[in-house]
């Protein structure tokens, strides 16, 4: 299995095992799809980039950007900042489970941001998470 693919599974295994983020968005609305979705609130696990880290002469470190879409309908943004701010807590409880191939040397929510969707009726939040991962020998 691909850096990406573990990484996008160890996050969406911390937010839906979140008894914070689960309040404010059910585990079934934490989905990984490619249209818009019509589910409210929802956390979409959008894009991706994976680097090689540069850290290591075995080319064996990556760190992942990995871009988290919050939707609600309010009409306010404070519903996309309570659950970004639920999503920021989840992270920091610690390192990620990626799986017996990789170990996750770190992982920290890098930016959020906030948007106000064209309809007037959804806010939208951008979450970039970022984890350095490694090879496991």
Known sequence: MSVETVVQIGIRSRLIGDAEV???VPAGHVLDRSQRPIIDPSI????GLSIDDGDSIARNRYRVVSTL???????SLAGARAIAWAIRAAIK?????LSPDFHCADCRVSSVRYLRDPDGETSHGVVEIETI????P
């Open 22 to 24: 689960i309040a404010l």
């Open 44 to 47: 979409i696990i959008g894009e």
């Open 69 to 75: 879409h919050i939707w609600k309908k309010e009409p």
């Open 93 to 97: 409880q610690g390192r990620l489970d």
């Open 133 to 136: 991962a490694e090879d496991m």
